[in-house]
């Protein structure tokens, strides 16, 4: 699958390195080269350096021909606009943004953009943890982090 993510955050970076050893194709946009470094040295990422508002910037990253776009910087505004964009002006189906609000992320989650809460998913954890039920999953999700760090170094 062939993908493209914006932000080089702590989220986008570990989803670019999860993807891309799992061989997938993906490319990263990021106004911060300095942010890219968050990726490792051995990383297999194609890198975008551009403001991903920027028609431009999504043409050099090749978002005509991907199958899926995620945007996942720290601005909720900016999500929200760049997957319409992906979706409306360049045609991608399998669009999704990290939103930090909840209610904006249901308002938008009903125009059919996929959206994750990180704070939502938390919660949930947290509070199946504490009723002594936690998801089986959270322990898959807690074995990544050491694969990640030694990606990291590599």
């Known amino acids: 699958m062939r993908v493209v993510i914006m932000g080089c955050g702590r989220t986008g970076s570990i989803l ?4 891309s050893e799992a061989g997938h194709s993906v490319t990263v946009i990021d ?3 300095d942010s890219l470094l968050r990726l490792g040295k051995s990383h ?8 991903g508002l920027d028609e431009d910037t999504l043409r050099r ?3 005509d021909k991907t199958d ?5 910087t720290n601005g909720d505004n ?8 992906a979706r409306e002006l360049f045609g991608v189906q399998r669009v999704a943004a990290k939103v930090n609000d909840p209610v904006r992320a249901e308002a938008y989650r009903q125009y059919g953009i996929f959206t994750v809460t990180s ?5 949930g954890y947290l509070r199946d943890w504490l009723l ?5 999953s959270v322990e898959a999700y807690n074995q990544l982090y050491p694969e990640l760090q030694a990606l990291l170094r590599e």
């Open 16 to 19: 670019a390195l999860l993807l």
């Open 31 to 33: 106004r911060s080269q």
């Open 44 to 51: 297999r990422c194609q890198i975008v350096i551009g403001d």
């Open 61 to 63: 990253a090749e978002l």
């Open 68 to 72: 899926a776009f995620i945007a996942c």
């Open 78 to 85: 900016t999500n929200l606009m760049v997957v319409q964009m």
């Open 119 to 123: 704070g939502s998913i938390l919660a």
């Open 132 to 136: 002594g039920n936690p998801p089986q």
